[in-house]
C-alpha cells in the first residue's frame, strides 16, 4: 500500500471516500465494506450509467466521451448533494483519467479521499472472466487499462489481498 498526497486523519465531521480502479479490481466489494464497517452511505457509479451506456458496454463497445460526460456531470452533482447535506459516502467509482477526477471534486478536493485499488493486468482479466452478475463485457479490459492514469494524490491498494484485509489497510491509513 502506498499513501501519497493526502491527509491520514478525517479533519471535517464527513468525508467523501471515492474507490476507483479499472473494472473487476474490488470497487464495489471494497466499496461496499468499508462504507458498512463505517457506518457510512455507499454508492455505486454504474448505477448512475443511462441504459445506452450500459447497453454499449455489454456489447463490448467501449464508451467515449461523449458518453461519459453527462454521466460524469450526473456523479458530479450527486457529490456535491452529499457534500451539501454533510452525508459521509464511499462511491465505487471507476475515475480511470485524471481529467474525469479533476471534474468530480472540482471545488470540494479538501473534502474528498481517493483510494486507488491497483492489481495486474492477470488478477484482474481472471476475475473479470469469473463475474456473471455484470453487464461490462470482459473484452473491455484492456481499453480500461489502455485509459488508466494513475493517480498521484490517492491512496495506493494492492487488490492481492482479501476484502477485509484491503479495507482495514484503507482505514488505517485514512484514520477511520
Not at 465494506?33 to 457506518?39: D, F, K, M, R, S
Not at 493517480?151 to 484491503?166: F, H, K
Request: hydrophobic share 45%.
Amino acid at each position: 500500500m502506498e499513501y501519497a498526497g493526502i491527509k491520514a486523519k478525517q479533519e471535517a465531521a464527513f468525508l467523501v471516500i471515492l474507490v476507483m480502479g479499472v473494472s473487476g479490481s474490488g470497487k464495489t466489494t471494497i466499496g461496499r465494506l468499508l462504507a458498512e464497517q463505517v457506518g457510512w452511505h455507499f454508492a455505486d457509479a454504474d448505477d448512475f450509467h443511462p441504459a445506452g451506456n450500459r447497453d454499449k458496454l455489454a456489447a463490448g463497445i467501449p464508451l467515449t466521451d461523449e458518453d461519459r460526460w453527462p454521466w460524469l456531470d450526473l456523479l458530479q452533482s450527486t457529490l456535491k448533494g452529499w457534500i451539501e447535506h454533510r452525508r459521509s459516502t464511499v462511491l465505487a467509482c471507476s475515475a480511470l483519467k485524471s481529467v474525469y477526477r479533476r471534474h468530480l471534486v472540482q471545488g470540494w478536493e479538501d473534502l474528498v479521499r481517493w483510494v486507488y485499488l491497483r492489481g495486474d493486468v492477470d488478477l484482474i482479466a481472471r476475475r473479470v472472466a469469473a463475474r456473471t452478475d455484470h453487464f461490462m463485457h470482459r473484452d473491455l479490459l484492456a481499453n480500461q487499462f489502455d485509459m488508466l492514469e494513475e493517480p498521484a494524490d490517492a491512496l495506493v491498494v494492492d487488490i492481492d489481498e482479501s476484502p477485509d484485509r484491503i479495507v482495514a489497510s484503507i482505514r488505517s491509513a485514512l484514520g477511520l
